[in-house]
């Protein structure tokens, strides 16, 4: 199931583990990379050393490709400077315009790739010179760049930069979706929601059970958890807080229930009600209140297996719906 997308990254099969910040780490990411995908490093908040620390971690755990991914709605400059000094095979840019990062990443032997949710934004990625274009489907958990859906997206994106590999993102959780975006002339898929559920992903036990139970209608898009990263909307499974917001008659920031109330507790502290923060595992007090990220492809979350396993079965899967496809082409 090679495709040139996996040339372009040096993998094996067509499967990225998205990064989600906060969930994903080192043991994931080199697991997936181990597998033949390609494993994400999640570093946008990282200080310094912490993240030259998960970079030696990653290549400590595999001798595969393996990538970084920058938000640019916080400033990056020093985090890229690492990336660059660290050798990082792959450079993942998010909610922004990667165009001042491109020539410096090439120069120092990286790929690059950029996130984008039209085909004008891909258009600009790609004159910038961006190796791959993640298309962002607005059923994709976490933060959300824009609101067209994954099937239409990826194929406006194709058709703008093709022969440019673009790679899937949003509501894809196994070989089915994966196929599908083979079929709209995406290169690979981008999964995150799917790959929470592996026991690698650093996620709060009662966050992965809601993860679990939930399907495919679960999930909201909203700008509700906005504390620390504001006006950026975001798909997240439908809780208590949303539940009381509404009830509230959805105030505006600054007036709503609970506002600058601490629901949880972590190592850095109390964690607010309306705060965009991965529940992690270390963390106690009141986990089903905070933002529990996630996609609409959640309905095909039903086990926890590891992340190998996870990516073995997708592309299993991928193979099977391919060549039944294909007998029904005759
Ligand atoms: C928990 C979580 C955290 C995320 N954090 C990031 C991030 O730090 N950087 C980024 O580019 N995308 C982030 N995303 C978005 C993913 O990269 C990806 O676009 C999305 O997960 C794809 O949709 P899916 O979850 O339906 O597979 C995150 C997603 C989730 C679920």
Redesign the pocket.
């Known amino acids: 199931m090679r495709t040139a997308l996996c040339d372009r990254l040096g993998i094996e099969l067509p499967i990225v583990q998205?990064?989600?910040?906060?969930?994903?780490g080192p043991a994931l990411a080199a697991a997936v990379s181990n597998a033949g995908g390609l494993g994400?490093l999640?570093l946008?908040w990282h200080p310094a050393e912490a993240m030259r620390a998960a970079i030696r971690q990653t290549r400590a755990l595999t001798d595969r490709p393996f990538g970084v991914?920058l938000?640019l709605a916080f400033p990056q400059d020093e985090r890229f400077e690492i990336c660059l000094e660290e050798a990082v095979p792959v450079i993942?840019f998010?909610?922004g315009d990667p165009a001042p990062f491109v020539a410096r990443a090439h120069a120092a032997g990286a790929v690059v790739t950029s996130?984008v949710a039209s085909a004008a934004q891909a258009r600009a990625a790609a004159a910038a010179g961006v190796d791959a274009v993640?298309a962002?489907?607005w059923?994709?958990?976490?933060?959300?760049l824009g609101e067209v859906a994954t099937l239409p997206l990826t194929r406006a994106v194709v058709q703008a930069v093709g022969p440019l590999p673009v790679i899937a993102?949003?509501?894809?959780?196994d070989g089915h979706g994966l196929a599908a975006a083979l079929a709209l002339g995406a290169g690979g898929a981008?999964?995150?929601?799917?790959f929470?559920a592996t026991p690698e992903a650093q996620?709060h036990p009662q966050y992965r059970e809601r993860l679990l139970a939930a399907d495919e209608a679960s999930t909201q898009h909203t700008g509700l958890f906005d504390v620390g990263w504001p006006d950026a909307p975001h798909?997240v499974l439908r809780n208590s807080t949303i539940a009381a917001w509404e009830a509230a008659g959805r105030p505006a920031s600054g007036a709503r229930p609970g506002e600058g109330e601490a629901v949880a507790q972590g190592p850095r502290g109390g964690v607010l009600r309306y705060a965009s923060a991965?529940p992690g595992p270390q963390l106690t007090g009141d986990i089903e209140a905070l933002s529990l990220?996630?996609?609409?492809?959640?309905a095909g979350v039903r086990e926890v297996k590891p992340a190998a396993e996870v990516v073995a079965a997708i592309v299993a899967e991928a193979r099977t719906v391919l060549r039944d496809l294909g007998r029904l082409a005759g």
């Open positions: 998205a990064p989600m910040g906060g969930a994903a994400m999640p946008s991914n938000v993942s998010f909610w996130t993640v962002q489907g059923e994709a958990g976490g933060h959300v993102a949003g509501g894809i959780s981008w999964i995150g929601t799917r929470l996620v798909r991965t990220w996630a996609g609409q492809g959640v």
